[in-house]
């Protein structure tokens, strides 16, 4: 006789993702669907490794809604078993879960500060902390299930799991927790940080280690046991792809990420349970404004209008982005830019406004952005720059003889002297003719 499970993790009820309402309402809805095919597949009990919520505070609304999806199982007589993750759980004493498991719709594992013996739980004392644990018995085979809710690396720099939790017959750990070596594994946008223990920290002598908190889907042993994250319901970012096209230059390739759902365990063994859930794309181009208009159009056919997607656009120089809400008719767009000017100068230490005036870095901008046609704009930009010259000197002059005015001392006629030198600069004005800028600037 074997034992057969539903494992689920990071749900996220109440979660207004993007802050749309009805992204909560898919997020219910997820959820709602897997309990019901846990139900259909008539498994003994149901596991769910924290972040029910995605709040420690959730909305009434949101409450009644974890109320009404978890009768559902509890009209079949299937348990469930919960513990807080890190969105939901609480410094104090009383949390959304106690409400759930006061309701008999949960049973809550882990540190208590009371013991609790009923058909699904028991309690023991460990190192002197009351530990609650989930109890399951079928035919003549029974199960334990040990589980805690999550903790900071701080936690696990004081304390070692294998001093709480030591099974002596079959038995399922549930945590919520990032294992370092899922970290190294996968490569996650999101989330590269989120790990407190590693693998060696997991206790001996589990046959399954039920995990939560990364929202990606991954699977490993530790010794006989089974170490297994299901992944969240719904996707969580667009580093959670469906699909991810990228540009190399030439043209775009696609990534395909990984469907959501949760697992059915049965023997120890997870299967994974799909969902239809609401699908991401993300789209990467590094490119100038007509490359990019071109190349994004051309996928336009390829991205659902149900779809959220996100376009990442990278260049040297800015340009407007708005045209993607016109090319791409989708339920959520999300535009990212990087925009940014190439280095002049590549010597360390070294800035081209050490060795260029504003004007002449503009023209140099300017001529290496196209193809050197506008000769007519490059023209204007000197002359620009010359009158900005010329007005600066002009500047300097009236600063001069403001100081001569202060400078009661100053014989008149050196005073003079000056004005004149200062009134040459500015008598020479710009030619009227570009044919004649070339000799006008030699003088």
Same mark, same amino acid.
């Given at each position: 006789m074997t034992f057969k499970f539903a494992h689920i993790a990071d749900v996220h009820l109440g979660f207004e993702q993007?802050?749309?309402?009805?992204?909560?309402?898919?997020?219910?809805?997820?959820?709602? !669907?897997?309990?019901? @095919?846990?139900?259909?597949?008539?498994?003994?009990?149901?596991?769910?490794?924290?972040?029910?919520?995605?709040?420690?505070?959730?909305?009434?609304? !949101? =409450?009644?809604?974890?109320?009404?999806?978890?009768?559902?199982?509890?009209e079949d007589n299937i348990p469930v078993f919960a513990v807080e993750g890190n969105h939901d759980r609480t410094q104090k004493k009383i949390s959304a879960y106690h409400l759930l498991e006061s309701l008999g719709l949960i049973h809550l594992l882990g540190f208590s500060e009371e013991k609790k013996e009923n058909e699904y739980q028991t309690t023991? @004392?460990?190192?002197?902390?009351?530990?609650?644990?989930?109890?399951?018995?079928?035919?003549?085979?029974?199960?334990? =299930?040990?589980?805690?809710?999550?903790?900071?690396?701080?936690?696990?720099?004081?304390?070692?799991?294998?001093?709480?939790?030591?099974?002596? &017959?079959?038995?399922?750990?549930?945590?919520?927790? &990032?294992?370092?070596?899922?970290?190294?594994?996968?490569?996650?946008?999101?989330?590269?940080?989120?790990?407190?223990?590693?693998?060696?920290?997991?206790?001996? &002598?589990?046959?399954?280690?039920?995990?939560?908190h990364i929202h990606k889907r991954w699977q490993t042993s530790k010794g006989l046991g089974i170490v297994a994250y299901p992944g969240s319901l719904q996707r969580w970012d667009f580093g959670d792809y469906e699909i991810r096209y990228r540009w190399d230059g030439n043209k775009f390739s696609l990534q395909a990420g990984e469907d959501k759902g949760f697992l059915i365990v049965e023997d120890f063994k997870p299967r994974f349970i799909k969902l239809d859930v609401r699908p991401f794309y993300d789209i990467r181009i590094k490119a100038n404004e007509s490359v990019a208009r071109r190349e994004l159009k051309r996928l336009v056919a390829k991205i659902p209008n149900e779809a959220f997607l996100r376009v990442h656009i990278e260049w040297e120089k800015p340009f407007d982005v708005s045209f993607l809400h016109d090319v791409f008719k989708v339920r959520y767009l999300h535009i990212?830019?990087?925009?940014?000017?190439?280095?002049?100068?590549?010597?360390?230490?070294?800035?081209?406004?050490?060795?260029?005036?504003?004007?002449?870095?503009?023209?140099?901008?300017?001529? &290496?952005?196209?193809?050197?046609?506008?000769?007519?704009? =490059?023209?204007?930009? =000197?002359?620009?720059?010359?009158?900005?010259s010329t007005n600066a000197d002009k500047k300097v002059v009236e600063k001069e003889e403001t100081e001569e005015k202060l400078q009661k001392t100053e014989p008149r006629a050196e005073r003079e002297i000056k004005v004149q030198k200062a009134e040459k600069k500015v008598k020479k004005a710009p030619p009227k003719k570009k044919s004649d800028i070339l000799a006008w600037l030699k003088g």
């Open positions: 993007y802050r749309l309402p009805y992204r909560a309402e898919e997020f219910r809805e997820a959820f709602e !669907t897997a309990i019901k @095919k846990a139900v259909e597949e008539k498994v003994d009990f149901i596991l769910i490794a924290g972040d029910l919520f995605h709040r420690s505070n959730p909305s009434p609304q !949101t =409450i009644k809604d974890a109320i009404d999806i978890l009768s559902i199982p509890k023991e @004392k460990v190192n002197g902390k009351l530990i609650v644990k989930g109890v399951f018995e079928k035919g003549n085979k029974s199960i334990e =299930i040990y589980g805690m809710k999550f903790m900071s690396a701080a936690w696990f720099e004081r304390n070692k799991l294998s001093d709480y939790f030591k099974p002596d &017959g079959d038995a399922i750990l549930m945590l919520h927790q &990032g294992i370092k070596e899922m970290m190294d594994k996968l490569y996650l946008e999101t989330q590269r940080d989120y790990f407190e223990i590693t693998l060696e920290d997991l206790p001996d &002598g589990f046959l399954y280690y039920a995990m939560g990212r830019t990087k925009f940014g000017k190439a280095s002049l100068l590549k010597a360390k230490g070294t800035t081209a406004s050490e060795f260029f005036t504003p004007m002449e870095l503009k023209v140099i901008e300017r001529v &290496g952005e196209k193809d050197f046609e506008e000769f007519d704009e =490059i023209i204007k930009l =000197i002359l620009e720059g010359i009158e900005d």
